[in-house]
């Protein structure tokens, strides 16, 4: 699996712990040193179910900075992704990305569903 997280992030903290005392390995990735590319970022999109805007990590300080709240629905799905892709803390974490699913966010329930 692949865990795309910001290691400062405390729910990345919390889901990296989970992961870890469930025994399941993941290869973890850093958002900011790594961002996901607009491909990739389509693919899990697709996969995932969820609406664009689920990606976008609508709490964080470059989001309000550019005042996305308010340009986010004038932008096209194209134009979206591409600025998903230009900065990883725009994005939601922690993402998980497995043989079947793609997990937005860190709600336990949610992530223990995958595993049943």
Known sequence: MLFIEYPKCTTCQRAQKW??????????????????TAAELKEWHRRS???????FNTSGLKYKELGLKDKLPALSEEEQFALLASDGMLVKRPILVGDGFVLVGFREAEWAAVWG
């Not at 179910?49 to 990606?55: N, R, T, V, Y």
């Open 49 to 55: 179910g969820l609406p664009l805007k689920k990606f």
């Open 19 to 36: 992961l870890e005392a469930k025994g399941l390995p993941f290869e973890a990735r850093h958002i900011k040193e790594n961002p996901p």
